[in-house]
């Protein structure tokens, strides 16, 4: 099947999503994936109806930054560290600049959910954050859909803001016809898409006007459980079968691994494939 990295893996328990670690390793080792960068769920402020995730259910994003550390040094071959941001209730500390710098071997950039944490990316707020990515050479993925902070003219207004950083567009403006996000790409040259949900006729376009060093494999799992890159949670063909398949043979080889690996080796500094 080729090489693939997925940059859109999740794990934790938060707003009825359960998303462990074996999940995450079990759909590694049977789908042939070589590395996945995961974000920690449990960072979530809002839920989906824009309701403050309880306070009880909250840890801070310091202590859930140090366990999705735990969880990918325990497989570091497998796995590398997104950082979910806790945009709307925190500002990072010296000790979480302390644990990024002193991690910089697994941490591979940071992770933005402005649907769950109600700050659009061109927030002022963001901009310590903006400052260590720069800093530490980290990039940037963000949710882009389903509500007015998440749609991607923010993310497109931040990578204006902020040359010098690469950021992701997840999604590409989720439950649309990804044409706003879409047009994005070539606008800015430090401005991607994943395929997270997007259709293949989606990224075969982004290619097509674009080139493929404009998109990254990505999936949400293990979202639809164990078995997210075979089926939905109804038993129905997940599409990254089609990106497996027919995809495949959709595009050039080098096209082909442009987008299921070697642009996240570029964008996330990852050298464990080469």
């Not at 997925?6 to 995450?24: K, L, R, S, Y």
């Not at 950021?167 to 996000?181: C, E, I, P, R, S």
């Not at 990505?218 to 459980?225: A, R, T, V």
């Amino acid at each position: 099947m080729g090489k693939i990295i997925d940059t859109h893996v999740h794990i934790g328990n938060m707003i009825n999503f359960v998303m462990t670690e074996e999940m995450v390793l079990y759909s590694i080792d049977k789908y042939g994936i070589d590395f996945s960068l995961i974000s920690n769920i449990e960072a979530a402020e809002f839920d989906h109806q824009g309701n403050p995730v309880p306070k009880e259910l909250q840890q801070s994003q310091n202590d859930l930054l140090k366990q999705t550390i735990c969880v990918a040094r325990r497989h570091p071959e497998k796995l590398g560290v997104l950082v979910w941001l806790k945009l709307s209730s925190e500002q990072p500390d010296d000790e979480f600049e302390d644990i990024l710098k002193n991690n910089l071997d697994i941490i591979y950039g940071f992770k933005l959910h402005p649907f769950h944490s109600k700050v659009a990316p061109d927030d002022k707020r963001l901009e310590p954050y903006y400052a260590l990515a720069e800093k530490y050479s980290l990039s940037v993925v963000s949710h882009t859909g389903g509500c007015e902070e998440a749609m991607s003219v923010h993310l497109y207004n931040a990578a204006k803001l902020h040359p010098n950083i690469n950021f992701v567009m997840v999604h590409m403006d989720l439950g649309t016809d990804n044409k706003q996000a879409l047009s994005y790409l070539g606008l800015m040259p430090n401005l991607y898409g994943d395929t997270t949900w997007v259709p293949v006729s989606t990224t075969l376009e982004a290619v097509k006007r674009f080139g493929s060093n404009k998109v990254l494999f990505g999936s949400d799992n293990p979202i639809d459980g164990r078995d997210t890159y075979l089926h939905n949670k109804t038993g129905d063909r997940s599409l990254y079968q089609e990106y497996f398949n027919e995809f495949k043979d959709s595009v050039s080889k080098e096209d082909y691994d442009n987008i299921m690996y070697k642009n996240a080796q570029r964008l996330f500094g990852i050298k464990l494939l080469t």
